[in-house]
């Protein structure tokens, strides 16, 4: 009886747990369900429809990256130099410009855009469309988790790299914002600073991108030389014909002598 009591509380602590575990899991599971209902894509244009994308970060020759219809890769980079894009490098910066999602939005004052990074921003990002029309994303610091990067999409105002070498094509819009006017700063994950923050060795195409010259093998000519005219023996004398021998001549009928006369 006290073993079967035993194994009762042991069964029912066991449920217990199971039950305890099943809610926090359904709990964590409706909490992402949740933030993902309350985040919003960064961008809402699908990635066949990037015509062009342009980089720019302090201290760093500016980027430009062009879609081609036709060649060995399906991008090309035109500045700092003209050469192969890595496909693979252009393709998950696309992916987070497409597909990344934002967790929080900030409304904040042009006056408060320095305590995010976002008055001198760590990189800038314009996209163009293959119907002409631009984006613009930038990026600032990170928050104090070091978690997300706060950022900005689309601003009111063009933003700049403010001591790039190059001047990138932002540049040359216009301010019309003002001090009290409100703007929006997002928390992106890391994953977009990853994307643009490259050497200029991974942006080049990589040898193992390169597509591989399969170039065919010639066809052998097979020379068919004619094979020797084998020389026609000239024709077999026909054996000689065993000469008949002259048909034995009968021997002689042995004459009969006469009867001896009686």
Known sequence: MKLQRKTLLLLLAALGFAGMVYVVEIQGQQREEARVARSRTVFTFTEDRVQEIQISQPDVETLVFERQ????????????????????????????????????????????????????????????????KTHQLVLGQLDFSESFIYAQVDPPVKTAIKDDKTTPKSANVTPTATEAQSLQVLLVPLDFQYAVDRPLSEWEQQEAERPIQVSPSPTPTLETSPSPTSEVSPEANPSPTPEVSPEASPSPTPEVSPEASP
Request: hydrophobic share 40%.
């Open 69 to 132: 219809a036709e060649g060995e890769t399906q991008w090309v980079m035109k500045q700092p130099i003209a050469a192969p894009a890595s496909d693979a490098s252009v393709m998950f910066l696309l992916d987070k410009l497409t597909n990344g999602r934002s967790d929080r939005t900030l409304t904040v004052s042009e006056s408060e855009l320095s305590e995010y990074g976002l008055d001198n921003p760590s990189a800038i990002v314009d996209i163009t469309l293959t119907n002409g």
